[in-house]
């Protein structure tokens, strides 16, 4: 394992952990002294992408990375959460079991998962990913993106009746008043 700093092949592993699908090593460099972590993953076979223009070039995880990253610049969103989408594509794509996909089908994967991870980071990859050639058609996306959630706040039913919306006096604190007791 070659060093990132002084590029040096003499390293020391310090830490081995178990990540969700790979393992952690986090080494010491035996020349500079600097440390620097290495994963570790199971090499499947290649998944092979067909672009749009005919071309076939293997599966590149870093452009995944890359790509979603750029939508997800300056988002609030939780750490790690961009590394959990892109292992949880991954898994979905070899878990497809196919030697090939076209980008078109990887694409829409991606822009679903971040759909549901944040907005924005949608917009900003659709923008990309679909070329929109005018205002309109990008206007129509968003459009789209807010439909569902209109749809999903009136579609909902109601387990309140109408009678027990309405608001309730304030009570008062303290004991409830004695019951008078009967006399003989």
Do not use: H
């Amino acid at each position: 394992m070659y060093c990132p700093f002084c590029s040096n092949e003499n390293s020391r592993v310090i830490d081995s952990r178990d990540s969700d699908e790979s393992i952690r090593r986090r080494r010491e460099c035996l020349t500079c002294g600097l440390r620097f972590t290495t994963y570790e993953r199971i090499q499947t076979r290649s998944l092979i992408v067909v672009k749009r223009d005919g071309r076939r070039e293997e599966f590149n995880r870093d452009k995944l990375w890359s790509s979603m990253k750029n939508a997800c610049a300056k988002r609030p969103l939780p750490i790690g959460s961009i590394e959990k989408a892109i292992e949880e594509i991954e898994t979905y794509l070899v878990s497809a079991g196919r030697a090939e996909m076209s980008s078109r089908v990887i694409g829409e994967i991606v822009m679903e998962r971040l759909r549901s991870l944040d907005r924005v980071a949608y917009i900003r990859f659709a923008s990309v990913y679909r070329d929109f050639r005018d205002i309109e058609s990008f206007k129509e996306e968003v459009d789209a993106l807010l439909q569902p959630k209109k749809e999903e706040a009136s579609s909902q039913l109601s387990f309140l009746k109408d009678d027990e919306l309405t608001p309730v006096g304030r009570r008062k604190r303290g004991r409830k008043p004695k019951k008078p007791t009967a006399q003989i």
